[in-house]
């Protein structure tokens, strides 16, 4: 078969989706005339069927998921002078945040076969200055938590989980986002839940909580006027429709994960069966995936198909939404490589060795930006047997005579 016959055509499940729960929410938001406000019943119900959704003590909402990392580093006093260690295959925010609290990202490589943060790599990059590590659970599948815990435990360090990928994945039967001093949350629109752009912390810890809604609230504290404002904080609270829809969402999750868990499942026994595809590995500690991303590792110097880029194009033309993953590590960014931050805030010195951000060793994360295909979560809530299209097309697309 030619690869310019699609071996998909049936649209595959679209994201977001919504039924009238949504619109029976919004309708209900719009003529309770309660359409803002850290009370607002609809942001104060959300918070509760979250917290209760990951067993955690308290949900704090704010904006984004960028905001909530920047909420939880000023919450726990991290600032400038200090260094937080970040992976570099993430999305920016969670590096960019630590420059926004003026301390400095310090990049540790990443475990090949899962690109969550390598606990080996952490320990190498702890300095004097190091306050606290940001791990993200790429993909959905949650970073090695006993390690982390332990090494932040033992050097009294803080841990935040960056769960943007992740809701309702677990480890060790517990959902991530309750093992750091802050889990952090990301419901923007491309997010397993959603409310189109919103954020929030999780913590066990009530003084914690307490500082990031006085933070979240333009330093406002509960109890005293609306014009008392004792911390610095901003107006980075969500609205009661971002609640509402989100609210909507979380009654759906539970089905969506465990049918994105059985569709992986498909793929990752028949693509490793392929030549020159090796899905990501599952730690055995992991009882829950979120799946965000489906990756995979694709390697044509083993199949003799074409380079990453045509392989996805290919894939794209067969009916399945592939694209290469993050092109290059994060510290490659010019906002790092040309130091394009506040150098003075964050007390950057020329000596300072992590901080020649363009000239970082990171072998593992090098490799997996130039071998990795991602496919979307929503492909994963077809049905289990419809990821042999899928399968077929990664076959068709990564052949020898597709390249030729
Ligand atoms: C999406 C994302 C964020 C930030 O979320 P926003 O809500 O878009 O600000 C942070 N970290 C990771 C890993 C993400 O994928």
Redesign the pocket.
Known sequence: MPTSNPVRVKPWPSWPLHDTAEAEALRQVVESGEWNGVDASAVLAFERAYAGFLDAEHVITCT????S?EIAMTAMGIGSGDEVIVPPY??L??ASAVLKVNALPVFADIDPGTYNLDPDAVVAAIGPRTSAVIA?HFAGQPADLDRLRDICARQGLALIE?S??AHGAAWNGQLVGTFGQFG?W???G??NLTGG???ALSTDDALLAATARELRNCGRRPGFDWYDHFSLGGNWRLTAFQAAVLSAGLARLPEQLARREACAEVLDRELAALPGIAPLARDARTTVHAH?LYAFRYRPEESGGPPLEEFCTALQRLGVPATPGYPRPLPRQPLFAERNFDVKATAWRPEHQPTRYDELNLPVCERACAETVWLPHNLLLADPEEMWDVVNAVALAGNAEASA
């Not at 984004?64 to 905001?67: K, Y």
């Open positions: 984004n998921g960028t905001v990392l993430t999305f925010a969670t993200v960056d943007a990928h952090s990301s419901f923007q491309s997010k752009e919103g954020g965000h």
